[in-house]
T-cell receptor, first 108, second 112 residues
Framework: QKEVEQNSGPLSVPEGAIASLNCTYSDRGSQSFFWYRQYSGKSPELIMSIYSNGDKEDGRFTAQLNKASQYVSLLIRDSQPSDSATYLCARGRGDMRFGAGTRLTVKP | EAGVAQSPRYKIIEKRQSVAFWCNPISGHATLYWYQQILGQGPKLLIQFQNNGVVDDSQLPKDRFSAERLKGVDSTLKIQPAKLEDSAVYLC??????????FGDGTRLSIL
């Protein structure tokens, strides 16, 4: 079982829609979770961090964490073509482990 | 604030040759990480330094990969000899005091 699992996609949504990205993890002791955005040929860029159960909102992005279900999600509201990228879910800090990423395409 | 600097950006070598990558972390960041990202996969941690000491190198193929961080600032990652499966992007990241990591632009390595 992989430590962090994501649907590889690709996920395609129309402009203005909500994009929903999901991630599960195997280490029940994990306390820190992150979403990184990676444009093609670029390095990962941190967009959200979440440490407590529940929702955390930042602009058009909402991260959701459910430790009991070992589940993390990222919602992108009012999706824009510029949101087209691969989204990486990661758990941990010093021992960070990444999922394989979900490729999102937002169509105009 | 200057970001994580890496060089070179691209490198093409033949198998069995050696190669080295360089990383300069964000000023003041005590923790430095090297990741390998194969096309279509997420980054895989190769080695983590805290200042100039190794914290985690459990996923570093030590028969061919080596890394050092002299004086607790810059770091180099070396591969000798390279294999075809080493073709990947090598990412350096740094962080401070358990804060999230910030990544450099990476070095894209192609093995012929």
């Amino acid at each position: 079982q992989k430590e962090v699992e994501q649907n590889s996609g690709p996920l395609s949504v129309p402009e203005g829609a909500i994009a929903s990205l999901n991630c599960t993890y195997s280490d029940r002791g994990s306390q820190s979770f992150f979403w990184y955005r990676q444009y093609s040929g670029k390095s990962p860029e941190l967009i959200m961090s979440i440490y407590s159960n529940g929702d955390k909102e930042d602009g058009r992005f909402t991260a959701q964490l459910n430790k009991a279900s070992q589940y993390v999600s990222l919602l992108i509201r009012d999706s824009q073509p510029s949101d087209s990228a691969t989204y990486l879910c990661a758990r941990g800090r010093g021992d960070m482990r990444f999922g394989a990423g979900t490729r999102l395409t937002v169509k105009p | 604030e200057a970001g994580v600097a890496q060089s070179p950006r691209y490198k093409i070598i033949e198998k069995r040759q050696s190669v080295a990558f360089w990383c300069n972390p964000i000023s003041g960041h005590a923790t430095l990480y090297w990741y390998q990202q194969i096309l279509g996969q997420g980054p895989k941690l190769l080695i983590q330094f805290q200042n100039n000491g190794v914290v985690d190198d459990s996923q570093l193929p030590k028969d061919r990969f080596s890394a050092e961080r002299l004086k607790g600032v810059d770091s180099t990652l070396k591969i000798q000899p390279a294999k075809l499966e080493d073709s990947a992007v090598y990412l350096c990241a740094s962080s401070n005091s358990n804060q999230p990591q910030h990544f450099g632009d990476g070095t894209r390595l192609s093995i012929l």
